[in-house]
């Protein structure tokens, strides 16, 4: 029903940018907050960013400062600027989408399926 599609990612060096997004298709009615999350090895998945559909952000202390999220809510589109990488930000990252599809009673989680990011020296 719904197809949550991740793209971006790669390898890039310290210090330099990238930028990843996440499109959601099928059969939306509405997509409410957006997120991306994300797993380093050895490491529990981890808040990144959200997004709401009215446009609040919440960032991770790691993200802040370095890290913007934002959506284009006629694309059900989310992306991550990335700046200032750091080692530490090697990792896959997940976009979590709360979807309300159409034709159903309540809204519900989507994951894409990852994306990797790695960030080297």
């Known amino acids: 029903q719904v197809q949550v599609v991740e793209s971006g990612g790669g390898l890039v060096q310290a210090g330099e940018s990238l930028r990843l997004s996440c499109a959601a298709s099928?059969?939306?009615?509405?997509?409410?907050?957006m997120g991306w999350y994300r797993q380093a090895p050895g490491k529990q998945r981890e808040l990144v960013a959200t997004i709401s559909r009215g446009g609040s952000t919440n960032y991770a202390d790691s993200a802040k400062g370095r890290f913007t999220i934002s959506r284009d809510n006629a694309k059900n589109t989310v992306y991550l600027q990335m700046s200032s990488l750091q080692l530490e930000d090697t990792a896959v990252y997940y976009c979590?989408?709360?979807?309300?599809?159409?034709?159903?009673?309540?809204?519900?989680?989507?994951w894409g399926k990852g994306i990797l990011v790695t960030v080297s020296s």
């Open positions: 099928g059969s939306i009615f509405s997509v409410y907050t």
């Open positions: 979590k989408l709360d979807v309300w599809v159409r034709g159903s009673t309540n809204d519900m989680d989507y």
